[in-house]
């Protein structure tokens, strides 16, 4: 099956299979062409069996070694290594392909199976300094997006974090299958119930 994938990198519009996705937060918020729509025909619904053909198809390996190197910031406040014991979902507050992912993870019940973590904190006008700057405007963009998660869910990555520039699109998953490492960036659009197979197709 071939597929197309729309994704926002630094500036361009590429092609790489059935995704749809932002880019860094400069590309985005600059972004005037439109990206793909998610098809909403199909019902959300868990598929009868784990389709590990979707986590194939859509995962791809993936070097944690840059990403593993940095440190983010919990609810807490705490600085803490990047979280693996579950697979890791990289968003940012102002993306709607990441809202997206995210409402249809909860209406699936599978938000609590990840780890949520916010990146590109910079955008549409905001700067971001301080941990409750990040977390204000996090859970905004959330509940504008009738998004429901406890603040422990989500780690974040202040915006002089290097991290910022190591993940080149979002929504992004981390996590393993069979003790690699994989990931995918982008919103699968089709069918709309790939997240949620992703999502139990990885393990962090």
Not at 50 to 79: C, E, W
Request: proline share 6%; aromatic share 6%.
């Amino acid at each position: 099956m071939n597929h197309q994938v729309w994704k926002w990198t630094a500036g361009s519009l590429a092609i790489m299979g059935l995704l749809s996705g932002c880019g860094t937060q400069q590309a985005s918020v600059h972004a005037t062409k439109p990206v793909s729509k998610i098809e909403q025909t199909a019902p959300i619904t868990h598929s009868s069996s784990q389709d590990t053909s979707i986590v194939d198809g859509f995962m791809k390996p993936y070097d944690v070694t840059p990403l593993f190197a940095h440190q983010i910031v919990n609810a807490s406040g705490q600085t803490i290594q990047m979280p693996t014991t579950k697979p890791l979902l990289f968003f940012a507050w102002w993306c709607p392909h990441c809202h997206a992912a995210l409402q249809n993870l909860q209406q699936l019940g599978d938000l609590k199976d990840v780890q949520l973590v916010s990146v590109y904190l910079d955008a549409n006008g905001k700067t971001v300094t301080t941990l409750a700057q990040a977390k204000a405007l996090t859970a905004s963009g959330l509940h504008e997006a009738g998004i429901s998660v406890p603040a422990s869910a989500i780690d974040y990555v202040m915006p002089t974090s290097p991290i910022n520039n190591i993940i080149q699109g979002v929504p992004m998953i981390v996590g393993q299958v069979d003790h690699t490492w994989v990931a995918m960036d982008g919103e699968p659009t089709d069918p709309i119930h790939t997240w949620s197979d992703v999502i139990h197709g990885v393990r962090g």
